[in-house]
């Protein structure tokens, strides 16, 4: 069975909420037949996204995609900034952007840089670990009220105006220490033989259905499906991020979590996420290719500068590292003087590779156009 319900009393309305079984699924999965072809297309598709990626210095992708992931599941929760907002806002050179928006997706970047800095110095994928992602990213802002980096010690419910008329109605703030401490033991279980795309697929509807904290439950279980696969080393580097494919498929996303939990369906959710696995590494690693062709080309048209290539060549790298920058950061970054940066953002200037975008005659910001219309694609459609 998938789950059971209990009927709990939420302002004055008695409703029911849903308990989920612990995982694994019960009967076990069906991984044959086209279920186990799905998963190996899924996982040849993140083999090619490692090596797309090991073309780039590997700090220069993950920089800019960690960010385009910030903006693409924020908007999901109803924020309307722009990649380029958050770079703006970033690197404290923001007029007219909307900056509690900024501020919000900002605190997205943290909470996941904060998760793998801690995977990183050996902590595990924890209860612990999520809730201080949680509390990152809910430290400020319109859910700063609402018990960050705590467990929910009231009743939720998912669309509706109330509880009583609710599409679903997760379990009982009661119930949710137990039902976490149930996915924490699935996420490092080692005795049940499932591949990790999998577990993942699987954490991830657990986790949306225990919806456990009163706000981000849908940008942290987002985030899950990357910590885990980084954790475990089937990513090297985080850069795999399914909130574009959940949002166009947003009918089916939630029609197969539905299915889950009055069928327990699995299978048919297992292949629409590893569908959503195949096709998002193809597209990011489609992108990783374009960016390393775009920036090769465009060091032979600085280099073409001949003896003035130099200096221009060395902030041509820093804009890869950050596609929005200011000379005095140029400056931070290459060790150039300020007159040596300026002349060479200029030449990058008259080149068409970058361009000016504040329109001041001081605190100038200067943005790498190629490099964020290649990474804004997805990101503007959205």
Known sequence: MPGRYEVTAVGGERVRAFIPSPLPPQPPLNLEGPLLQSLEAASLSLGRLEAANRVLEPTIFVY??????????????????????????????????????????????????????????????????????????????????????????????????????????????????????????????????????????????????????????????????????????????????????????????????????????WEAWLAFFLRGVRETAENAAATARRLSERFAADRERIAEEGRRAGSALRVHEVFQERPVLSIPEACRRTGLSFPTASAATQLLERADIVREITGFARNRVYVYGGYLKILNEGVEDE
């Not at 994928?125 to 960050?148: C, D, F, P, T, V």
């Not at 009661?174 to 279980?189: G, I, K, T």
């Open 64 to 265: 800019s995609y960690v960010r385009k992931e910030a903006v693409l599941s924020s908007r999901i929760e109803g924020t309307q900034s722009s990649l380029s907002d958050l770079l703006l806002f970033e690197l404290d050179q923001a007029p007219g952007v909307p900056r509690d928006d900024a501020a919000e997706v900002s605190r997205y970047v943290s909470a996941l840089e904060h998760g793998l800095r801690r995977l990183g110095e050996g902590f595990p994928l924890s209860n612990r670990l999520i809730r201080e992602m949680q509390g990152i990213l809910l430290s400020a802002g319109r859910g700063a009220s609402k018990e960050s980096g705590e467990f929910r010690r009231s009743q939720n419910w998912i669309g509706g105006a109330r509880p009583g008329n609710a599409v679903f109605v997760p379990p009982p703030h009661l119930a949710v220490p137990d039902c976490m401490a149930e996915l924490e033991r699935f996420l490092h279980a080692e005795d049940d033989g499932l591949p990790i795309l999998v577990r993942a697929g699987l954490a991830h509807v657990q986790f949306e259905t225990i919806h456990p904290f009163l706000d981000g439950n849908g940008r942290v279980g987002r985030l899950l499906i990357t910590l885990l696969l980084c954790e475990t080393g089937v990513l090297n580097q985080p850069l795999l991020y399914l909130s574009v494919f959940f949002k166009r498929s947003r009918d089916q996303y939630y029609e197969l979590l539905d299915r889950v939990r009055r069928t327990g369906d």
